[in-house]
């Protein structure tokens, strides 16, 4: 069972989907700790109907002395709004991953929706990749693509992206989960 340590600002329905995951045995995972800097995330009842331990914390060295109090394998962003700063990192790089609304590199950081929307693409969708120092630039495990529709709005393109979210990110943690991943520079590879 890999443990894993989630970190949400809000609502947590990417979480919900890795509890679930984990919970149906899709993923040989467990939720050993759910941390957010907000002390209204929604995510944090989600957490704790599941008994999971869910704790409000703001600072990087915080944070990292309780995902090593949880003994996490790999840290999950889930919606955490803040860039990750070298604390934070270090301990864990190659072994924190985040889920991003968009089809990256295009439309890195806030709104990724809306500015899909505003440049006009036909296409876009979501990306599991791991944290580097830089916004959402890490090596890309896994991409869904949604297609744009005439009458979307911020809204509707953002729940049919939600919905992929919540099958690719359960997704790229089983291969993690499985140790079937591998980083050659920029490009995450099966192993063999
Ligand atoms: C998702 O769209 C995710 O891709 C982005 O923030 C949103 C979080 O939603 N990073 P939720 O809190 O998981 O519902």
């Known amino acids: 069972m890999l443990n894993l340590g989630v970190l949400i600002s809000g609502r947590?329905?990417?979480?919900?989907?890795?509890?679930?995951a984990c919970e149906n045995g899709k993923i040989a995972a467990k939720v050993a700790v759910v941390i957010s800097n907000k002390p209204d995330a929604g995510g944090l009842e989600r957490a704790k109907k599941h008994n999971i331990p869910?704790?409000?914390v703001e600072s990087e060295s915080d944070i990292v002395k309780e995902?090593?109090?949880?003994?996490?394998?790999?840290?999950?962003?889930?919606?955490y709004m803040k860039i990750v700063g070298k604390v934070l990192l270090e301990p864990f790089r190659g072994k924190m991953i985040n889920i991003?609304?968009?089809?990256?590199?295009?439309?890195?950081g806030l709104h990724a929706q809306k500015q899909a929307l505003d440049h006009g693409v036909t296409v876009t969708g979501c990306t599991v990749?791991?944290?580097?120092?830089?916004?959402?630039t890490g090596p890309i495990i896994v991409q869904s693509a949604v297609p744009v529709k005439e009458n979307d709005t911020e809204d509707t393109l953002s729940e049919r992206i939600l919905q992929q979210e919540h099958h690719i990110y359960p997704l790229a943690i089983d291969?993690?989960?499985?140790d079937k991943l591998k980083i050659e520079g920029r490009r995450v590879k099966l192993k063999k």
């Open 67 to 79: 995902l090593k109090k949880h003994n996490v394998e790999l840290v999950c962003l889930a919606g």
């Open 100 to 108: 991003h609304p968009s089809l990256l590199p295009s439309f890195p």
């Open 12 to 20: 947590g329905s990417n979480l919900q989907a890795i509890i679930d």
């Open 129 to 136: 990749h791991f944290v580097d120092e830089g916004c959402d």
């Open 54 to 56: 869910a704790v409000v």
């Open 175 to 178: 291969l993690i989960a499985r």
